[in-house]
């Protein structure tokens, strides 16, 4: 008998991965084991590596815990109405038109500096010039009112699209941190501002507060419109694509492109509006200055809204009730002569908002995910359609028998 036509013949690789007799005499099922582990047919024999719950996680599969927001939105509401209440009871008329359009005007233009600022928080890139701009527009608003409102507003709403996008632009073809981008972005903003050296004083003729109401509400709308896109875990997780994970400085791709050029253009046409409206219905002459403590303003409402300052998190009504809460405290701290700065509200409300920033991080986390809910995910994020346990089950030896004369042994004895 020759040695090739017995049991014991040497197979080939070829023959041992399709031949479930191999198994069955021992031979090369290790090898057949790691190899079919490795390699992803699909994919036409690209390595991979076994897709486990942390690889899930860091892909950004799961779901966010929404509960914590809510939470905290109940707390903020409660603030909100003691402090109406406060208000209430210093001047009733405050709350009362005509001094409530007037209210309402201010929480239309601090709202849409915290909504510049919440989404560009959500992005990853968080602007920090918007404060600038504002006071920007407000100067360029009482220099050239008396052109009308369409021709004045106009021109600075493109330029300050047009700064947005190149800033946007050099913080994506650099990679470098957003708030540095746009903080030098500010600065240079601010030359523009001190380049009057008296008050300004305004010239034009519109009256925000007789559109009070419509102005209001379309803040209100577009607040509760992006918090509620922003519970859909595909578009938070496309829009918090720059933000930090791992290595900071590993560049993020060409699909984080454009939710920071959106969000940052956004943000750029939000501070102009919002400085329109503040020199629009503005009594006094308009102040050069440097426009930061808006900022520290618009950063420190957005963060105690509960938009985490690490990006992509954030709440649905929580913007609403901040603004509302941040509109009612000022007017009556100016009833109240209380003399606040207003870089003193801005810290003081950065620094709580720091603070909402870690409870939300800390009690927002992802849900845990399952190991087969970790592999179609890990799956999913690659694009790949491999599925492991299929193979571990094609690879996995038949159990052996605890009798001796079992098995292909039994026929030859």
């Not at 070829?14 to 090369?28: M, V």
């Not at 699209?161 to 746009?182: D, E, F, M, S, Y």
């Not at 509400?217 to 607040?223: D, P, Q, R, S």
């Not at 592999?375 to 996995?396: F, L, R, V």
Request: proline share 5%.
């Amino acid at each position: 008998m020759a040695y090739d036509d017995t049991t014991f013949r040497r197979q080939s690789d070829d023959e041992a991965d399709g031949d479930p007799a191999a198994y069955r005499n021992g031979f090369a099922a290790t090898d057949y084991r790691s190899r079919r582990r490795d390699l992803d047919p699909a994919d036409g024999g690209a390595r991979h590596t076994e897709p486990t719950a942390d690889l899930a996680l860091r892909a950004g599969d799961g779901h966010d815990r929404l509960g914590v927001h809510i939470g905290w939105e109940i707390v903020l509401l409660l603030g909100v109405a003691a402090i109406g209440y406060l208000l209430y009871r210093l001047d009733p008329a405050s709350l009362k038109r005509p001094a409530l359009d007037t209210l309402l005007v201010a929480a239309a233009a601090i709202g849409l500096l915290t909504l510049g600022m919440g989404v560009t928080l959500r992005a990853g890139v968080p602007n920090l010039a918007i404060g600038p701009i504002a006071l920007a527009a407000e100067l360029h608003y009482a220099e050239n009112g008396d052109l009308g409102l369409l021709k004045c507003a106009l021109p600075a709403l493109l330029i300050a699209a047009a700064g947005g996008l190149v800033v946007a632009v050099l913080i994506l073809a650099l990679h470098v941190p957003g708030w540095a981008a746009t903080l030098g972005a500010g600065l240079g903003v601010i030359v523009y501002d001190q380049m009057r050296t008296v008050p300004v004083v305004v010239q034009g003729e519109y009256d925000p507060t007789d559109h009070a109401i419509y102005l209001f509400g379309g803040f209100a709308v577009l607040a509760v419109l992006g918090g509620l896109l922003g519970t859909a875990g595909t578009i938070r997780r496309w829009l918090g694509q720059m933000r930090p994970d791992g290595d900071a400085a590993v560049r993020r791709g060409g699909a984080a492109a454009l939710p920071v050029i959106g969000s940052l253009v956004l943000s750029s046409v939000f501070a102009t509006v919002a400085g329109l409206l503040m020199a629009a219905q503005s009594v006094k002459a308009i102040v050069p200055a440097t426009g930061l403590e808006w900022t520290g303003i618009a950063l420190g409402t957005a963060l105690v809204a509960g938009t985490s300052a690490y990006g992509r998190r954030g709440g649905i009504f929580g913007t609403l009730l901040a603004v509302t809460g941040m509109t009612l405290f000022l007017d009556y701290s100016d009833r109240r002569n209380l003399d606040i700065a207003l870089f003193a509200i801005a810290a003081g409300a950065i620094g709580g908002g720091l603070i909402i920033t870690r409870l939300v991080e800390t009690y927002g986390k992802q849900l845990p995910l399952t190991p087969l809910d970790a592999q179609e995910s890990a799956a999913a994020s690659t694009g790949s359609s491999w599925q492991p346990d299929i193979w571990e089950q094609a690879a996995a030896p038949p159990p052996r028998s605890e009798r001796w004369d079992d098995g292909p042994w039994s026929g030859a004895r």
